[in-house]
């Protein structure tokens, strides 16, 4: 099992939909979950940060985080043909020494339908 | 706003060379990466750094090296390069405490002929 999980996808979305983005964590000991943009041949662009439990807004992005499941998804809503990217999970891992190291997830291609 | 500098952003040259791959940023932080990316692939880490003088190997395994004699500067190596370097060098930074983002700089594109 990887440490952190994505769906490769691809994710087909048409205009204006919903698109949801999922991503799951193996170390509870996880405190902050970051999403990362990448349009292609370009370098990952950070978009949201959550800490917290819940819902976290940032225009047409929404991050969700569920601790005890140990998931984190990011939504886009009123998706535009601009957001079609790979968005990367990241989220810090810590090893038996207390060291973090933030750890990237394979990404989910995004491909937004006019 | 992120200030990180990678140079050159493409670089085409023969096999055998040595190559140095620049990083630099401007907001004092103390940890610094190297991350190799073949197009449409994940990330993976080569190299990290928490400090001056501090550098560890990451996950991939890489021929090359790196050092971090100064804050602000992380150059990555190749002693003689081959066309399996062929790929894209993305440079990030990161603040030393606490869960910090890491802000990545524009890459290096390497093509080894």
Redesign the interface.
């Known amino acids: 099992q990887k440490e952190v999980e994505q769906n490769s996808g691809p994710l087909s979305v048409p205009e204006g939909a919903i698109a949801s983005l999922n991503c799951t964590y193996s170390d509870r000991g996880?405190?902050?979950f970051?999403w990362y943009r990448q349009y292609?041949?370009?370098?990952?662009?950070?978009i949201m940060?959550i800490?917290s439990n819940g819902d976290k807004e940032d225009g047409r992005f929404t991050a969700q985080l569920n601790k005890a499941s140990q998931y984190v998804s990011l939504l886009i809503r009123d998706s535009q043909p601009s957001d079609s990217a790979t968005y990367?999970c990241?989220v810090?891992l810590y090893s038996n020494f207390g060291n973090?190291?933030?750890t990237?997830?394979?990404?989910t291609?995004l491909t937004i339908i006019p | 706003e992120a200030d990180i500098y990678q140079t050159p952003r493409y670089l085409v040259i023969g096999t055998g060379k040595k190559i140095t791959l620049e990083c630099s940023q401007t907001m004092g932080h103390d940890k610094m990466y190297w991350y190799q990316q073949d197009p449409g692939m994940e990330l993976h880490l080569i190299h990290y750094s928490y400090g001056v003088n501090s550098t560890e190997k990451g996950d991939l395994s890489s021929e090359s090296t790196v050092s971090r004699i100064r804050t602000e500067h992380f150059p990555l190596t190749l002693e003689s390069a081959r066309p399996s370097h062929t790929s894209q060098y993305l440079c990030a930074s990161s603040e030393l405490f606490g869960d910090q983002p890491q802000h990545f700089g524009d890459g290096t594109r390497l093509s080894i002929l």
């Open positions: 996880s405190q902050s970051f292609s041949g370009k370098s990952p662009e950070l940060f800490y990367l990241a810090p973090e190291k933030l990237f997830g394979t990404g291609r």
